[in-house]
């Protein structure tokens, strides 16, 4: 991983394990709370990831055993948001990180144990798939602090639970447990808490092992259809490219030798 994005002024933490890279956030001290200088560094990160041909799949968690994340860093309200000025600030490198998220050409899985909360939940969202351990608790409280959820990250939350299940977590601001955040489809898997990073590892594992350009096609297509896509990005090329692909081709002698297949991304 690039030593600059190891600092630990950023409050990250990037490893590699095969073609999986994680980002642990790393603030154990507010509970892995995610402050203004670490919106600011994910964009980075996640494009770093993005263009390095090692990874195939990035994790997402909260570092140790903590709490995924318990949201916004709500110290810095009194100065960074004091205002409408420097709440749309805040805003916007709000949304640029759920953004470069979102937009990352590869799958990305939020691993959350613990405090899953307003900014964090939104971040989590922005991932293409949530794993979570029973013990998990998720909410955004923004009705409750008086102040504004960016437009943007909005489509996020909507895209990922749809629009009823958005406005009763917006509206009532409540919090929920694993097994109804599994039911409003927050998350996709709910496993006990010294199972999750088996179960997360596990899944992007799996990913991994699958054809790159396939699943880098079909996340745009979804995405599209969601209409969270990339404005730059064409689903339908993407889609064609694979056919011309050495994976097409390795993908059918595989099949017809009955051998698992290896992947290139090429």
């Not at 990160?45 to 903590?66: C, F, Q, T």
């Not at 805040?90 to 590869?106: L, Q």
């Not at 409280?141 to 504004?148: D, K, M, S």
């Not at 489809?185 to 790159?212: H, S």
């Amino acid at each position: 991983m690039p030593a600059a994005f190891l600092s630990p002024l950023a409050k990250f933490a990037l490893s590699l394990e095969g073609a999986v890279a994680t980002i642990a956030i790393d603030n154990p001290s507010k509970r892995n709370a995610i402050d203004l200088q670490m919106w600011k560094a994910l964009p980075s990160i996640m494009a770093a990831l993005d263009g390095d041909e090692r990874v195939r799949v990035i994790l997402m968690r909260g570092a140790g055993n903590g709490a995924f994340t318990s949201g916004a860093d709500i110290s810095e309200f009194e100065t960074v948001r004091a205002d409408a000025a420097g709440g749309r600030l805040y805003e916007a490198a709000n949304e640029a990180a759920f953004w470069a998220v979102a937009h990352c050409s590869k799958p990305v899985i939020a691993m959350i144990r613990g405090f899953c909360l307003g900014g964090g939940f939104g971040l989590a969202l922005a991932c293409d798939l949530r794993v979570a351990a029973e013990n998990a608790v998720f909410g955004i409280p923004a009705a409750r602090l008086g102040v504004g959820y960016p437009p943007g990250a909005m489509r996020l939350v909507t895209a990922a639970v749809g629009g009823p299940a958005a406005r009763d977590l917006f509206y009532t601001a409540r919090r929920i447990g694993a097994a109804e955040a599994q039911r409003l489809g927050v998350v996709q898997r709910v496993v006990p808490d010294e199972e999750l990073e088996t179960a997360a590892v596990g899944l992007a594992t799996e990913i991994a092992a699958n054809a790159p350009l396939t699943i880098r096609a079909a996340k745009a297509a979804i995405d599209d259809a969601l209409g969270i896509g990339h404005p730059n990005t064409d689903p339908v090329r993407l889609a064609d490219s694979c056919f011309d692909s050495a994976d097409a081709v390795e993908g059918r002698q595989a099949f017809l030798e009955k051998r698992r297949p290896v992947f290139t991304g090429r």
